[in-house]
């Protein structure tokens, strides 16, 4: 069987080499059969791979100890669930997994665009060059198919990681984090094949958004992993591995406002290549900073070698971006100009500056300490207050921008016209303002400043559905909910934004309540007493223990009670592992419908005499974000759901061309 995945993944590396030096050739002669066999050698890449993956995951399955990456990350006794979830769970089986989404991906991709052969040409040795380097890392330097005399057990799984989660955060992750890769490849492509036109901007408009999803959903699991696993009350920490994922996404973001205004005006060329080169040079220093092993996080499971080579290859394709942007410079040379400050084009170019500071900013954080540590021996650490100082910031003006964008007019506005169609959305925003004064929640201005502009871009969102469903009942005389329907099925890149919009206003709501309101207690109770946090009686009654399948479970019951009413029983506690030898918080939670808040409660020291050391956080409006999260996944679907009349305008701007190359 080892023998078996080694071949495999020698084969997947021929191919891919083959579709990086042949294909590189092909382009440069103009030789199309030779093009069309580097092509063909990619897509015969993706079923070599999935032959080493099954071998692995057959392994993982039976337990096969023989196998090292096996004995280091399962045990006899882990739920097969998990074992086959060690996959990703280890350095070498998380870049066969990189190997194997890339190779589906390039195969689709390149596959799907055939016909546009003077691009795919050029397309197909970057998208081999990404590959090779992988294929190389699996193939000589951390191959997940080295075998050793089995022993008696294996080293167990990691306890944060043996949680549901595990099952789907870390591959989503991959499917955001490799699939940047591909509209990266058709930029360079293009810049290659000197086709800077918009071709590749379509041809890959899904395939971003879909990564930008997969990454945006994957850190949504991740939190809600960390909220409900890690035992410490939050679900962000800004970790740098955390901060790894953040950055891409953020990039990726600016990159898909950036594009609209090169469709629609022919501006920012030079931008947008930027913006994918860095979106994907993000998601290599990401999978470098997880697995090379050089910061210390709770996320980061592998301490290796494999940081110089992985650093080396970020370095290549940064310095191989960078040339060829420069070198096209000409060709990227801006159709039109920005006509006026006040215009979408412009908000949408403040969107994009606000974006990148605020991902560079947290690079800065991130690399900061490595630094630090490399060049002057000394450790240094940036501690939550410089991010969240940056993410007030940039992120306060952000969200107000959200609600003033959809509003203005494309090339330029009058001022009166903007008055008029802000008056609602700032009345609105006022309103909610002085009402929450009057509340008493201006203890936090960073909170109030939030709900405001939260506010004001949610009464912009419903304007704008509210325009575009009575302009349309007014032209085809329809029933509000059929003009509703079509508005939002005619024009879904842009109705389907206004939904994205909508999930990172309640997202951003749901932050600022958590945590600029939160209340946090810690008692020590003997069975029978009780303590008071935020208007909820908690009362510790008792103590129990059991047996799971690989783990020992100690848990409190505690009874949880409203203005005299009981709510809840929760049971907080501790799971102990003997094979990994560690001991886990294992937290409880009571989910509030009145206030879209949890009460929850850690157990933090269990005494032998009984006594329960309790922590309790009383979290309003979190489940905002639980929430904004399938909004967003709303949202990112009619977005990218196919439109008929899309395609049918994009084949007649671009098919004669295609014929032609």
């Known amino acids: 069987m080892a023998a078996l995945g080694r071949a495999a993944l020698l084969i997947a590396l021929g191919l891919v080499a083959y579709a990086l030096v042949a294909g590189s050739y092909a382009a440069w002669k103009r030789r199309r059969r030779l093009a069309l066999s580097a092509q063909n050698a990619l897509l015969a890449a993706f079923p070599a791979t999935v032959v080493a993956a099954v071998v692995l995951w057959v392994a993982l399955g039976r337990r096969d100890l023989t196998f090292q990456y096996v004995a280091q990350h399962t045990s006899h006794s882990l739920p097969l669930g998990y074992a086959l979830a060690a996959f990703w ?17 390039a195969a689709l991709a390149v596959w799907l665009n055939r016909r546009s052969r003077e691009l795919v040409a050029w397309v197909v040795p970057v998208l081999g060059l990404v590959a090779t380097f992988f294929a190389f890392m699996l193939c000589f330097v951390s191959s997940p198919f080295v075998t050793a005399p089995a022993p008696s057990d294996g080293a167990g799984m990691v306890p944060s990681l043996q949680n549901p989660y595990m099952l789907a955060h870390p591959p989503m992750l991959y499917l955001g984090y490799v699939g940047l890769t591909i ?105 470098f900073l997880t697995r090379s092993g050089v910061v210390n996080s709770v996320h980061s499971f592998s301490q290796s070698s494999i940081g110089g080579w992985f650093l080396g290859f970020i370095v290549v394709m940064t310095l191989f971006s960078v040339a060829l942007v420069y070198l096209r410079l000409p060709l990227l040379r801006a159709r039109t100009r920005l006509e006026s400050l006040v215009s979408r084009e412009a908000t949408f170019l403040y969107n994009n500056l606000l974006l990148v500071a605020l991902c560079l900013t947290i690079l800065w954080g991130v690399v900061y300490p490595i630094l630090s540590e490399a060049l002057r021996g000394e450790t240094r650490s940036v501690s939550k207050p410089y991010y969240d100082f940056f993410l007030h910031t940039f992120g306060l003006p952000l969200l107000l921008l959200m609600g003033i964008g959809p509003l203005v007019a494309w090339r330029r506005a009058s001022l009166r016209a903007l008055g008029r169609t802000f008056l609602v ?88 309540g958590s945590s600029a309101y939160q209340t946090i207690r810690e008692r020590a109770l003997a069975r ?13 009654t008792g103590l129990a223990t059991r047996q799971l399948a690989n783990a020992q479970a100690v848990r409190a019951t505690v009874d949880v009670s409203r203005g005299g009413s009981h709510v809840a029983t929760l049971h907080p506690g501790k799971n102990s592992y003997p094979v990994e030898q560690q001991v886990s918080n294992e937290v409880s939670i009571y989910h509030d419908p009145r206030t879209v808040g949890d009460v929850f409660t850690i157990a933090d020291q269990i005494d032998p005499n009984g006594t329960l050391y309790l922590k309790v956080l009383v979290k309003p409006l979190v489940n905002l974000i639980w929430i904004a999260g399938l909004v967003f996944v709303a949202g990112s679907l009619v977005a990218m759901w196919p439109d008929a009349l899309e395609q049918r305008r994009l084949a007649e701007r671009y098919e004669p061309e295609a014929a032609l190359a």
Not at 92 to 100: A, D, F
Not at 532 to 538: K, S
């Open 528 to 540: 029978g007493q009780s303590m008071e946090v935020a208007g909820y009686t908690l009362t510790y």
């Open 89 to 105: 769970g280890g350095q070498e089986g998380s870049l066969l997994l990189w190997l194997l989404i890339l190779t589906g991906y």
């Open 425 to 512: 959305p700032f009345a609105v925003a006022v309103a909610v303002g002085v009402a929450l004064l009057a509340a008493g929640f201006g203890d936090s201005l960073p909170g109030l400043l939030t709900y405001t502009f939260a506010a004001f871009a949610a009464a912009s969102i419903v304007l704008e559905f509210q325009r575009g469903t009575a302009a349309r009942r007014s032209i085809a005389g329809e029933s509000r909910l059929r003009a509703f329907t079509m508005l939002v099925s005619r024009n879904r890149r842009r109705y389907g934004g206004y939904i994205v919009h909508a999930a990172v206003v309640l997202l951003a709501i749901g932050i600022a």
């Open 183 to 287: 509209p990266y490849a058709f930029a360079m492509g293009a810049l290659l094949s000197r086709r800077t036109d918009e071709r590749w901007i379509v041809a890959t408009r899904r395939w971003t958004l879909a990564a930008w999803t997969f990454l945006g959903v994957g850190q949504l699991l991740g939190a809600h992993w960390a909220y409900v696993e890690i035992g410490w009350g939050g679900y962000y920490a800004w970790d740098p591995v955390e901060n790894a994922a953040l950055m891409p996404w953020l990039a990726a973001t600016a990159f898909l406002h950036s594009v609209m205004i090169q469709e629609k005006r022919g501006m920012l060329k030079v931008w947008n290549m930027v913006l994918v080169a860095l979106a994907f040079c993000l998601s290599l220093f990401g999978t």
